[in-house]
């Protein structure tokens, strides 16, 4: 069984080289943003409730598709809805 020795350098290396893999996996993830959400996730998202989710659907000011019993919301209506609002 060999002996490696390990310095202070290398450690000082190693963590280098962990923080920019970690950096690289949180800009990867912070990036990609799903096409259709769930009612949760756009409750979520936006901070409101059921119900003015609900209205916001009656009356036709975020559009949905209905797949089973779910709802779903494409991402880009909600940035749409955000930016129209925007004052």
């Known amino acids: 069984m060999a002996i490696s ?3 202070k350098e290398d450690l000082q290396q190693f963590k280098i080289e962990l923080l920019e893999g ?3 996996l949180l800009k990867g993830k912070t990036t990609e943003q799903k096409l ?6 756009v409750k979520k998202l ?5 119900g003015t989710l609900q209205n916001l659907r009656i009356n ?4 949905y598709s209905k ?12 940035q749409k809805l955000l930016a129209d609002k925007k004052q």
């Not at 259709?36 to 996730?41: A, F, G, Y």
């Not at 779903?72 to 209506?77: I, L």
């Open 22 to 24: 970690i950096e690289i």
């Open 46 to 50: 936006l901070n409101i409730s059921s």
């Open 67 to 78: 797949i089973g019993g779910s709802l779903y919301y494409n991402y880009k209506d909600i």
């Open 36 to 41: 259709w959400l769930r009612s949760s996730e």
């Open 5 to 7: 020795i390990i310095t």
């Open 60 to 63: 036709g000011t975020l559009s």
